[in-house]
């Protein structure tokens, strides 16, 4: 958090947390051993920077009570500075000014009366409790409801699809004639968010008298039939299992076909979902047969710049933080720098604001990446509660309405209760939830990289939601590159990869060419000091080049890892 947030007075520090234990509550004596502060989990950087320090301190003596509440004063120190930094940057803008409900109130019924006297428009206010009660008492309105059926509805989030990950070639090294290119959409979400088109208003629920699916723009709920041999499938399918896959048949993905190519008949083949309807009519183009609608959710209202003004204010902000780029040296460049920006963009920078601010630009920049996130969260997440009344506590414990996860006593009239509401519960929607928007958004985002999918085909050897690692024979023209919101940019700063060795999505090392540089990535693992001695580019290659040559997953690469997490289930 220092870092990201540019304030260098105050650092996290060390702690021996192995050696914290309750026989050592009360330790005065010498430093515990370096292996007491988990070195091993440190990356080489902070090994470095570790072990001068150790040297200098370990002369004196530790007194682990004065040590831990250092530690925890500084580490709310470091929380309570970062928030304030964080709060700031939007009271620039947001200034606080105090507003009674009193007052509230008044602009709401005066906005009505306006509405009817100004505007000539007939306005109907009810209340929460008022309908309430006219359900229990009216009698046209008890009619109402008892005639009602309401249709059992799609379900959206069904649509919620995250970003395509896989590793399409395992094993490469570049001839004399090749160039390997590693390259990133710069900013992908924010630039659907500001340019791709949304859907807002109610939609209009279709079950019968479908007409051609390129007509409706919503959701689709649907049975369909893949083509056979498309090298990039369009259509997202989850597994039994909950996993994400870019399938042509069903049946060969549930059960893992690898032994040759696919003989199933459609049926075996074809794919049921929830999609959005975008991407549904994109696989349609590309040879995808429908075999059933059952459910259309279609909007007559949409629009491309529902975001557009929040992604310019927060883009501007970051991009007038970052400073000028090197070669804007002198005023005429920098004039130009911000002409072209304007041109490209559509945004003008303020040539006074400009300057390195590394807490503005990370701000700005946690607000471009999250928005279309907040817009996807659960509401249904599981909550923690204190409770003094045993009625509430047995309602918690015994009725169908919550789910309790635990519970734990903390005093004799005080009780620690998680949970959340069970499924025959339908909880309204959070305030700042809307799966139509983040299903719309990760639906766009597969498009744009389907879209370079579609240029390279079988040049592609890695992708991850936003970057594509892909081969460029020569003779052969790269993708074009840019500076801009939507733009690829190049990750290896001109250079490119020599080796390549990919395990898995997320699981890949490459050493590029002129620079040598060595670069690792595998998820889960951390990459500490011991780490990189067993998993480096050596022996991801070697596990891959096993595979491949004798088709067996028995090669494995043992490392330990360890991590300090909090036991929820106690009131700490």
């Not at 050493?511 to 067993?534: F, L, S, Y």
Request: aromatic share 12%; charged share 30%.
């Amino acid at each position: 958090m220092p870092k990201a947030l540019g304030f260098t007075d105050k650092t996290k520090g060390y702690f021996p947390h192995k050696f914290s234990s309750e026989i050592h509550l009360n330790y005065v004596g010498p430093y515990p051993v370096p292996s007491d502060y988990d070195v091993d989990r440190m990356t080489v950087r902070e090994r470095e920077e570790f072990d001068p320090w150790y040297n200098e301190v370990s002369r004196g003596t530790f007194d682990f009570q004065k040590e831990a509440s250092l530690y925890c004063k500084n580490d709310v120190d470091i929380l309570t500075q970062g928030s304030l930094k964080f709060r700031d940057q939007f009271l620039v803008q947001c200034d606080m000014r105090g507003v009674t409900f009193g007052e509230l109130h008044y602009k709401s019924e005066k906005r009505v009366s306006e509405l009817q006297t100004t505007h000539g428009v007939r306005v109907v206010v009810m209340r929460e409790h008022t309908w309430n009660q006219m359900k229990t008492t009216c009698t046209e309105v008890k009619e109402f409801l008892r005639c009602f059926n309401a249709p059992e509805p799609l379900n959206p989030r069904k649509a919620l699809f995250g970003g395509r990950t896989s590793a399409l070639k395992l094993r490469h090294t570049a001839a004399p004639d090749e160039t390997i290119h590693y390259v990133d959409v710069t900013s992908l979400y924010p630039f659907v968010n500001s340019t791709c088109s949304y859907p807002f208003g109610h939609p209009v629920i279709i079950y019968k008298d479908f007409e051609d699916p390129r007509s409706y723009y919503g959701f689709i709920r649907a049975t369909v039939y893949p083509p056979r041999g498309l090298l990039f499938p369009v259509l997202p399918h989850k597994s039994e299992g909950g996993k994400l896959l870019f399938t042509l048949c069903r049946t060969c993905a549930e059960t893992n076909n690898e032994g040759g190519p696919c003989e199933h008949d459609d049926e075996g083949r074809a794919l049921t979902g929830v999609w959005v309807t975008v991407e549904f009519i994109k696989a349609l183009e590309v040879g995808y047969r429908v075999g059933k609608i059952t459910e259309v959710w279609h909007f007559d209202k949409s629009s491309d710049t529902v975001f557009t003004d929040y992604i310019h204010t927060f883009l501007k902000g970051k991009q007038e933080a970052s400073g000028y780029p090197a070669e804007a040296t002198d005023r005429e460049s920098r004039e130009k720098y911000i002409r072209d920006y304007q041109e490209h963009q559509g945004i003008l920078l303020d040539a006074g604001k400009i300057e390195t601010n590394p807490v503005k630009r990370q701000v700005a920049k946690l607000c471009l990446n999250s928005l279309w996130g907040k817009f996807a969260q659960r509401d249904n997440l599981f909550k923690t509660t204190i409770v003094s009344d045993p009625k509430e506590f047995f309602s918690y414990m015994f009725s169908g309405k919550y789910k309790v996860e635990y519970f734990s006593v903390l005093h004799s009239n005080r009780a620690l209760i998680r949970w959340k509401y069970t499924d025959r519960y339908v909880q309204p929607p959070g305030k700042q939830s809307n799966v139509f928007i983040a299903a719309f958004t990760t639906a766009h985002a597969r498009l744009k990289l389907y879209s370079y999918l579609e240029k390279l085909q079988d040049r592609v050897f890695y992708i991850d939601t936003d970057s594509l690692i892909y081969l460029v024979k020569e003779g052969e023209k790269p993708l074009e590159l840019g500076n801009y919101l939507g733009d690829l940019t190049d990750e290896l700063d001109g250079d490119s990869i020599q080796e390549f060795a990919a395990a898995g999505p997320k699981s890949y090392a490459y050493q590029t060419r002129n620079k040598k540089k060595v670069v690792m990535r595998v998820k889960g693992i951390t990459q500490t000091r011991e780490c990189c001695e067993r998993v480096s580019f050596d022996s991801v290659r070697e596990l891959v080049e096993g595979y491949l040559s004798n088709k067996q997953e028995g090669n494995t690469i043992e490392i330990r890892q360890h991590s300090i997490r909090r036991d929820k289930k106690v009131l700490h």
